[in-house]
């Protein structure tokens, strides 16, 4: 029998799975608990708070998981643009394989939540923050000014959000593409001014 935080942990990664595909109001729990084949009333054992637990949860899931991918893309790269390249297009390549369907699954919890409660308002804010920072830090590694570095940071988290959205609509990776090329370039002419 499966132990009582494998089927949190299971929960979690289901709860974030329907999320990105159906949105955070298209997500019953009851879908949760199918989804993750956890046994039924183990969803209010782990979540009392219900929804908006879990979806902090699957928040702090999404933020770590993203910022686990840029730091290993920062450590295969070596250059910005490269960084923009790989951190980008691990997004656009994941969207593709799900055949369009599984965008962000912070994003409707934003959208979607509002007004939520304080705690997952600070959960999805921080989740952001910790986000951009950390792309910031690894482009600042690759000496990008540091001021620059956040503003391309926060322009490429913005345009990955974005990008999510159009992509899915158009069901075509071209919004990534176009977002991954001209800010690599502005990544590398950060670059090129910083050694000039």
Known sequence: MPRRSDSKERMIAAARRLFREHGYRGTALSDVVTESAAPRGSMYFHFPGGKEELAGEVTLLHVGDHIAHINRAAAATSTAGQLIEAFIGRIRDELIASNYRE???????????????????????????????????????????HSRATQLATLAWTSVEGALIVGRVLRSPEPFDLAISQLAATAETEFNDSIS
Request: hydrophobic share 45%; proline share 7%.
């Open 103 to 145: 965008g962000c699954a912070m994003a409707p919890i934003v959208v979607e939540s509002m007004p939520a409660s304080d705690q997952l308002n600070d959960a999805t804010r921080r989740g952001f923050e910790d986000m951009i920072a950390t792309l910031a830090a690894r482009l600042a590694e690759k000496n990008v000014p």
